[in-house]
């Protein structure tokens, strides 16, 4: 039987959330899935966005936690008050942008 190979993998997805400040769901699981089967998984999120309950708190742009074997990194973006906003539009180009220094902060 060949060995296992780890991979390090990105899920990228700027409503990620964990169960405690969301809902979790499937880019979560997923991720937390492919951990246990020994991957190394960074979930990859916006700090905010309207469907989170309880939004991390930044001081840099970049956060990165340990959850359940997993990397979760949250992107520093602005906040807005409602789903309907231009400043929800601004915060999807925001976190992209941001994404192109994720390199520099991951060295997988």
Known sequence: MAPK???TIWIINQYASTPETGMGGRHYYLAKELANQGHKIYLIGASF???LRKP??????????EVEGFQ???VK???YKEAHSKKR???WFKFAWKLLKLPKVIAD
Request: proline residues 8%.
């Open 5 to 7: 190979i780890q991979k």
């Open 49 to 51: 966005n309207h469907l």
């Open 56 to 65: 991390p708190k930044l001081n840099n742009a970049f956060k990165i936690e």
């Open 72 to 74: 979760f990194v949250w």
């Open 77 to 79: 973006v602005p906040s």
């Open 89 to 91: 539009v601004f915060n």
